[in-house]
């Protein structure tokens, strides 16, 4: 039986909020305040992706794998470095403490392996690899940090927000059409 063991990290090339179309593609997104909004499919539709009935964000990588993103990078050029929608370090940080929740529910190591860009999922795999294809690499806020680093920086993150997850010290709430994470008291 297949199992979710993967979560792959991606940005949407779109705005700073998610459409119908990113909502189809992930299973989460992440919008510039934060705030993480479920897609149409759950994680656990991506056990068989025989059926078309799965998110459909990582191409020859979906089977296993939880696809959460940022919405934001529009017109991303890696060489200029420049979108009208960057993404904000309150999304990255909700990301990483959504992965790190994600990871704890599924029995997910976090590794290179099993937690990675889709930048990296390209890079490590050879008959995938798409010329330009930078989704996650490149952080606005932290511009000396390279695109072969920028996954080590976001598993960091993810692994000190497990740890504080496996000890209660951050709830899952839904508000409305959203979730957000709250320091627990």
Same mark, same amino acid.
């Given at each position: 039986?297949?199992s979710?063991?993967?979560?792959c990290l991606?940005? =949407? ?5 998610p459409?119908? =179309?990113?909502?189809n593609?992930y299973?989460y997104?992440?919008?510039? +305040?934060g705030r993480?909004?479920?897609? #149409?499919?759950?994680p656990?539709?991506?056990?068989n992706c /025989?059926? %078309?009935?799965y ?7 979906? =089977?296993g794998?939880?696809?959460l993103s940022?919405c934001?990078m529009?017109?991303f050029?890696l060489?200029k470095?420049? =979108?009208?929608y960057?993404?904000?370090q309150? /999304?990255? $940080? !909700?990301?990483c403490?959504l992965?790190?929740y994600?990871?704890f529910?599924y %029995?997910?190591?976090? !590794?290179g392996?099993s937690? +990675?860009t889709h930048?990296e +999922?390209?890079q ?5 690899k798409?010329?330009?294809?930078s989704d996650?690499a ?5 511009p000396n940090?390279s /695109?072969n680093?920028?996954?080590?920086y976001?598993?960091q993150?993810? !692994?000190?927000?497990?740890?504080? #997850?496996e000890?209660?010290?951050y709830?899952f709430?839904?508000k409305?059409n959203y979730y $957000?994470f709250f320091?627990s008291a």
């Open positions: 039986m297949a979710l063991n993967k979560i991606h940005w =949407t090339g779109g705005s700073n909020s459409c119908a =179309t990113d909502l593609a299973h997104c992440v919008d510039k +305040f993480i909004y479920a897609g #149409i499919h759950k656990e539709d991506n056990l /025989q059926d %078309g009935n998110a459909q964000h990582c191409g020859g990588g979906n =089977t794998c939880i696809g940022v934001g529009a017109g050029d060489s470095k420049q =979108t009208k960057p993404l904000s309150k /999304q990255l $940080e !909700s990301l403490c992965a790190a994600l990871s529910k %029995g997910i190591v976090v !590794s392996k937690v +990675f930048y +999922f390209d490590k795999c050879p008959r995938q798409r010329k330009g294809k996650i490149y952080i606005h806020y932290l940090l /695109q680093s920028v996954g080590n976001l598993r993150k993810i !692994s000190w927000y497990r740890s504080k #997850i000890n209660n010290k709830k709430i839904k409305g $957000e320091i």
